[in-house]
C-alpha cells in the first residue's frame, strides 16, 4: 500500500519559515519524481515545486527565491523549506510521487499552512 504522509505545516506570521516534510512508503522512492502542490482557497492546485530522480529541481514562479526542495532516498523523504512566507502562500500543501511513463502517481492528504499575522 502506498502512503505519502505530509507533515510540518501550521500557523505562521509573514515572513516566517516552515519545513514541510513527506515520508514516503509503499513505492521505491528513488525511482520517483517528486513534487510539492498547493491548493488555496478558491484556487485550482497548482505545482510549486519539483525534484527528479537526478536531483534536478524546478520551482513556480511565485516561489523561486523562498522555497527549496530536496530529497533523501536513504529516508524516503522529500522536503521543502519555505522561507520568506506571505500570506498568499496559505494553502493545503501536497506531495506527490510521479513515475512518468508507467501511468503510476500518488498523492498524500495534505498538509494546511496558513500564513498571518
Known amino acids: 500500500q502506498v502512503q505519502l504522509v505530509e507533515s510540518g505545516g501550521g500557523l505562521v506570521q509573514p515572513g516566517g519559515s516552515l519545513r514541510l516534510s513527506c515520508a514516503a512508503s509503499?513505492?521505491?522512492?528513488?525511482?520517483?519524481?517528486m513534487g510539492w502542490y498547493r491548493q488555496g482557497p478558491g484556487k485550482q492546485r497548482e505545482l510549486v515545486a519539483s525534484?527528479?530522480?537526478?536531483?534536478?529541481?524546478n520551482y513556480a514562479d511565485s516561489v523561486k527565491g523562498r522555497f527549496t526542495i530536496s530529497r533523501d532516498n536513504a529516508k524516503n523523504t522529500v522536503y521543502l523549506q519555505m522561507n520568506s512566507l506571505k500570506p498568499e502562500d496559505t494553502a493545503v500543501y501536497y506531495c506527490n510521487a510521479d513515475r512518468t511513463g508507467k501511468s503510476l502517481n500518488y498523492w498524500g492528504q495534505g498538509t494546511q499552512v496558513a500564513v498571518s499575522s
Open positions: 509503499g513505492i521505491i522512492f528513488r525511482i520517483y519524481h
Open positions: 525534484i527528479t530522480t537526478g536531483g534536478t529541481t
